[in-house]
C-alpha cells in the first residue's frame, strides 16, 4: 500500500476529527480518483477517507456490518462536512493481497483469495443494509451491454449472497495469508456471487499478469458453487466499466 509522508491543514477538517489526528505522523494512501485517502499514524493506526459529499455513506454503513462478523474496519466518524463526506476507520492489520510476499507466492495467495472470498459468501444475510445489488449492477454497465444481458438467457442472476462488489486483491488484507478482513467495502451488499467470482479472476490476471493461477482461486472457492455463466455475465459489465 502506497503511502507518502505528507503536510495537511488540519484546520480544513470538521471539528470531529482532530481529536484522533492530533500530533500523528499523516500520509498519502490514495489509489482513487474518487477519493483521498490519508494514513494516519498517531495514538491508533488509522484511516480517513475523504470524498464528495453523500458518498461514503454506504462504506460506513456496510463497514457496520462486517464489522459485527469481524471482517471489516472499525469506523470511528462519519460525517458530511461542506461538500465533502469524511470517513475515519481504525487500521485492518497486516498487508493488502498486492503487497510482494504475497505476490511471490501466487498459488498460494490465489487459493487463501478464493477461501476468503468464501468466508464472506457464507455470511448471513440479516442485517445487511443494501439489498438487489444485481439490479443496481447491471445499471453501472455501458448501454449496450445492459441491453444484451436484459435479453441474455443464459444467466439470471440471483440476489441471495452477500458480496464485497469490489473484490481485488488490494482490498484483501492478511497476515502470512490468513483473513485480516476487507476494506473499500462501498460497493458491497445483498447480490450474487458471481459478481465477486469474476472480480477476483479480473484482479488475478491484472495483479501476477496471467491467468495460469485462476484455477487455484476457483478451487479455493469451491467449485460446486462456481456456475461459468455467471462469471461471463458479469465480466461483460466489468470490462464495460471506465476506471
Given at each position: 500500500m502506497k503511502q507518502t509522508q505528507i503536510e495537511y491543514d488540519l484546520s480544513t477538517l470538521p471539528s470531529s476529527l482532530l481529536a484522533y489526528l492530533d500530533g500523528a505522523t499523516i500520509y498519502d494512501s490514495s489509489s482513487s480518483a474518487q477519493a483521498k485517502t490519508l494514513f494516519i499514524d498517531g495514538a491508533?493506526?488509522?484511516?480517513?477517507?475523504?470524498?464528495?459529499?453523500?458518498?461514503?455513506?454506504?462504506?460506513?454503513?456496510?463497514?457496520?456490518?462486517?464489522?459485527?462478523?469481524?471482517?471489516?474496519?472499525?469506523?470511528?466518524v462519519y460525517t458530511t462536512y461542506g461538500e465533502q463526506d469524511y470517513l475515519l476507520t481504525v487500521a485492518v492489520s497486516g498487508d493488502d493481497g498486492i503487497a510482494e510476499s504475497f505476490l511471490q507466492q501466487p498459488e498460494r495467495l490465489a487459493t487463501a483469495l478464493g477461501q476468503h472470498l468464501r468466508k464472506l459468501h457464507s455470511l448471513p444475510l440479516h442485517g445487511c443494509p443494501y439489498r438487489e445489488r444485481s439490479s443496481e449492477i447491471l445499471l453501472e454497465a455501458s448501454p449496450s451491454v445492459q441491453i444484451e444481458l436484459q435479453t441474455d438467457t443464459r444467466y439470471q442472476p440471483v440476489d441471495k449472497t452477500i458480496i464485497h462488489g469490489d473484490y481485488c486483491l488490494p482490498n484483501v488484507m492478511m497476515n502470512d495469508f490468513e483473513l485480516c478482513g476487507f476494506i473499500d467495502n462501498g460497493d458491497g451488499g445483498i447480490g450474487d456471487r458471481h459478481y465477486d467470482l469474476a472480480w477476483g479472476l479480473w484482479s488475478l490476471q491484472f495483479n501476477l499478469e496471467t491467468d495460469r493461477y485462476h484455477d487455484y482461486f476457483l478451487n479455493g472457492y469451491g467449485r460446486d458453487d462456481v456456475d461459468p455463466n455467471g462469471i461471463v455475465y458479469f465480466r461483460q459489465i466489468i470490462d464495460s466499466l471506465d476506471f
Open positions: 491508533q493506526r488509522l484511516f480517513l477517507k475523504i470524498a464528495a459529499a453523500h458518498t461514503l455513506e454506504r462504506e460506513y454503513r456496510m463497514n457496520a456490518f462486517l464489522h459485527k462478523h469481524e471482517l471489516a474496519p472499525l469506523s470511528l
